[in-house]
Antibody, heavy 124, light 107 residues
Framework: EVQLVESGGGLVQSGRSLRLSCTAS????????MSWVRQAPGRGLEWVGF??????????EYAASVKGRFTISRDDSKTIAYLQMNSLKIEDTAVYYC???????????????WGQGTVVTVSS | DIQMTQSPSAMSASVGDRLTITCRAS??????LAWFQQKPGKVPKRLIY???SLQSGVPSRFSGSGSGTEFTLTISSLQPEDFATYYC?????????FGQGTKVEVK
């Protein structure tokens, strides 16, 4: 089955760290950029960042709101993308989704597949 | 960064109505635009990709048009299951940017 499954969410104090995982199955994970998107309670969708696939250097890009605090990585052998979140703030409280992004073989396939989301709550 | 201005932010409509939602990009994005539907507590669902291509399995009452900087999502005849929030997303460059969302409510 083609799917993405996030895990690792929870309740964490402000200033602490948390790592989310996005486990992919059923498709050629290594061919895709992988994005993280979040949604704060009652708010719209916000792109967090992505990681390119190895063919494009495996490099990362981030939204200004998380740059320098969040790091995206990937393990293609395990088909997992990670979101390492450091120095968490109360405003990082959100549902975090992973989604498959660009692929050279399917350039318009971006964001066609999403995980179910994982909830991150940052307390003071 | 490319800003996506989506309008309206909310609208009240009745079953059978024709609805149009607009997204304007602050600079040209070609056709790298997708539309999503999200219901409360649910995962966003892609409806339209490449500005005007209908996602497999999505009813044909949904359609998209536009290129460059002006894009529209049209629902030709609103159905009860279409009351939801709709978002556009540009993925032409980074940072990816979503529109602010349009909440479609029952009139």
């Amino acid at each position: 089955e083609v799917q993405l499954v996030e895990s690792g969410g929870g309740l964490v104090q402000s200033g602490r760290s948390l790592r989310l995982s996005c486990t992919a199955s059923g498709f050629a994970f290594g061919d895709y950029y992988m994005s993280w998107v979040r949604q704060a309670p009652g708010r719209g969708l916000e792109w967090v960042g992505f990681i390119r696939n190895r063919a494009y250097g495996g490099t990362t890009e981030y939204a200004a709101s998380v740059k320098g605090r969040f790091t995206i990585s990937r393990d293609d052998s395990k088909t997992i993308a990670y979101l390492q979140m450091n120095s968490l703030k109360i405003e990082d409280t959100a549902v975090y989704y992973c989604s498959r992004d660009y692929s050279i073989s399917s350039p318009q396939g971006a964001f066609d597949l999403w995980g179910q989301g994982t909830v991150v709550t940052v307390s003071s | 960064d490319i800003q996506m201005t989506q309008s309206p932010s909310a609208m009240s409509a009745s079953v059978g109505d024709r609805l149009t939602i607009t997204c304007r990009a602050s600079q040209g994005i070609g056709n790298s635009l997708a539309w999503f539907q999200q219901k409360p507590g649910k995962v966003p669902k892609r409806l339209i990709y490449a500005a005007s291509s209908l996602q497999s399995g999505v009813p044909s009452r949904f359609s998209g048009s536009g290129s460059g900087t002006e894009f529209t999502l049209t629902i030709s005849s609103l159905q009860p299951e279409d009351f939801a929030t709709y978002y556009c997303l540009q993925h032409n460059t980074y940072p990816r940017t979503f529109g602010q969302g349009t909440k479609v409510e029952v009139k």
